[in-house]
Antibody
Framework: EVQLVQSGAEVKKPGATVKISCKLSGNTFTDFHMHWVRQSPGEGLAWMGLVDPIDGETFYADKFQGRVTITADTSADTAYMELSSLRSEDTAVYYC??????????????????WGRGTLVTVSS | EIVLTQSPATLSLSPRERATLSCRASQSVNSSYLAWYQQKVGQAPRLLMYGASTRATGIPDRFSGSGSGTDFTLTIGRLEPEDFAVYYCQQYGSSLLTFGGGTTVEMK
């Protein structure tokens, strides 16, 4: 069973950069796309992007393109999400999430059947 | 971008009643690539359904999903106390994955 453990809460000033980690255990790291989804009262749930740990290929939502970088470290079974040029509207809970196994379901099943507990990022001066 | 509109925003029901939640897409969702999630306060969302009508592992059969194209429905046959929560739909038929705004199922 896949488990995702995220790093702790962060407080950042406007203009800063935040980097959150997400460690996968219980299964093969490279068999899952790693997605990042954020949630705030004003925006609801918003998909930010994904990384394919096999080759590091990434796909980002247009809204975050240029500000977000998602990476995967296969030696540590850990994915990272870095968001730069933070503003108050980026205050949210950030989740990592995986879909079903790529080897059994392919790469089109882009729903999320395992989620981390979330990391609260607060942007405030 | 496919916009998902969920209705109603809030559903006030009693235990053992039937809940019907709607998710309407601004354009057709390819291959019924639509999922439903349940979220309780302070928790991450939990996958209920995918492919519009396939229950995720461990989800009781009082939950059912239907629909295709632009109109999808999540039905909870008989509400149990643990079913009072917020429900979201999500489409994955396009390269930009999007969520609906949610329906709160509250106890009357």
């Amino acid at each position: 069973e896949v488990q995702l453990v995220q790093s702790g809460a962060e407080v950042k000033k406007p203009g800063a950069t935040v980097k959150i980690s997400c460690k996968l255990s219980g299964n093969t790291f490279t068999d899952f796309h790693m997605h990042w989804v954020r949630q705030s009262p004003g925006e609801g749930l918003a998909w930010m992007g994904l990384v394919d740990p096999i080759d590091g290929e990434t796909f980002y939502a247009d809204k975050f393109q240029g500000r977000v970088t998602i990476t995967a470290d296969t030696s540590a079974d850990t994915a990272y999400m870095e968001l730069s040029s933070l503003r108050s509207e980026d205050t949210a809970v950030y989740y990592c999430a995986t879909g079903p196994s790529l080897s059994t379901h392919g790469d089109l099943e882009l729903f999320f059947d395992c989620w981390g507990r979330g990391t609260l990022v607060t942007v405030s001066s | 971008e496919i916009v998902l509109t969920q209705s109603p925003a809030t559903l006030s029901l009693s235990p053992r009643e039937r809940a019907t939640l709607s998710c309407r897409a601004s354009q057709s969702v390819n291959s019924s690539y639509l999922a439903w999630y349940q979220q309780k306060v302070g928790q991450a969302p939990r996958l209920l359904m995918y492919g519009a009508s396939t229950r995720a592992t461990g989800i009781p059969d009082r939950f059912s999903g239907s629909g295709s194209g632009t109109d999808f429905t999540l039905t909870i046959g008989r509400l149990e106390p643990e079913d009072f929560a917020v429900y979201y739909c999500q489409q994955y038929g396009s390269s930009l994955l999007t969520f609906g705004g949610g329906t709160t199922v509250e106890m009357k």
